[in-house]
């Protein structure tokens, strides 16, 4: 294969991702051996979109699998986001283009975390009541959860952050802007 038709499979496969973690919170592992087994398949038969020898991609992923590891031992990260994270650094390599992955990510995922608190104050203050009032559809929306104390809520994907889905989304506008395939 050819190196825009890595491309385009990198592009779909982070697609996907980003759809799944966003929508279910959940990486399926199937999706991530898949984009392992491209991504090899890509450095390895000499089609990697982006230019790099094997050991760069093999220590972009070593490096975003140590790096996350520790979130994911603190249970702040899930663990479909460290596998991601690492077969994202098998593709992007040790560039600077894992490093803004990770930080754009963790922009999004900190705007995410601000708006889920923001919504929560809100629901807690008479203007919530009369905003749930007026707009009854926000309600299942903006209201689950937040009456039960932080105890009492169910753990899971209504109140966990998609890391994943950002980084890919990050990796997405990386990719329209920098890939040569997509400028050419």
Not at 64 to 80: D, Q, T
Request: with cysteine.
């Amino acid at each position: 294969m050819t190196t825009t038709a890595f491309t385009w499979i990198l592009l779909l496969w982070l697609v996907a991702i980003a759809v799944m973690d966003l929508r279910s919170r959940k990486v399926r592992n199937w999706m991530v051996l898949l984009g392992l087994a491209t991504g090899l398949a890509a450095l390895f038969g000499g089609a990697q979109p982006f230019d790099m020898l094997a050991w760069q991609g093999l220590a972009g992923m070593a490096v975003a699998f140590v790096a996350l590891l520790p979130l994911y031992a603190i249970r702040w990260m899930g663990a479909g986001d460290v596998k991601f994270a690492a077969v994202a650094g098998l593709w992007f390599g040790l560039s600077p283009y894992l490093l803004a992955i990770w930080l754009g990510a963790s922009l999004l995922a900190g705007l995410h975390s601000m708006v889920v608190l923001g919504c929560r104050s809100l629901l807690r203050s008479p203007q919530g009541a009369l905003l749930l009032a007026r707009l009854p559809l926000l309600q299942p929306v903006l209201a689950a959860g937040a009456d039960a104390p932080a105890n009492d809520r169910p753990r899971g994907p209504q109140r966990s952050i998609p890391y994943a889905g950002y980084m890919a989304l990050v990796a997405i506008v990386l990719m329209m802007r920098n890939s040569v395939p997509f400028q050419g």
